[in-house]
């Protein structure tokens, strides 16, 4: 009885100590470019499944124009070489400010907001602290005005 019970007792400690940490499905990150439009953007998402792959987003912009711009969308990690790197593809949609984007508002129109399209492709670094880094590439496409050129740098907290 007592070499069974050792016997456990190892298996439990090994098991333990072989398991991997718990992938973490949310962040909080800073970004400059990218997705915000903005000099800066302040964003949340959440992975939805136990490891990278689908995720959520939602974020916003108080220095894009004269009027904040608010994005939403998904994202989906790409594991690359190991758990840490990552290619990250995306779809965001922003409300942004109509003369930020080139629109002249004439009287008559109420609304001072337009839709923009926001595709994104980049590199995503996860380390094993939680910190989370990314550069990415995000070309805006809006009925007024299109950004081909339109980088993104991101840091952030994955919680």
Known sequence: ???????ALAISITTQLAAQQPFKKTTLYGEIGGNGLGILSVNYERQIGTKPGLGLFVGISPLSG?????VSGAKYLIKLHNDKSFLETGLGISFADREYMGSKINNYE???YTPVLIPSVGYR???????????????????????????????????
Request: charged share 15%.
């Open 66 to 70: 004269n009027k904040p711009s608010i």
């Open 110 to 112: 109420y609304n001072p």
């Open 1 to 7: 009885m007592r070499k069974q019970l050792l016997f």
């Open 125 to 159: 670094h996860h380390t094993k602290y939680g910190l989370m880094w990314r550069v990415n590439y995000t070309p805006v496409f809006s009925k007024y005005n299109n950004l081909l050129l339109y980088p993104g740098i991101s840091v952030g907290w994955r919680l």
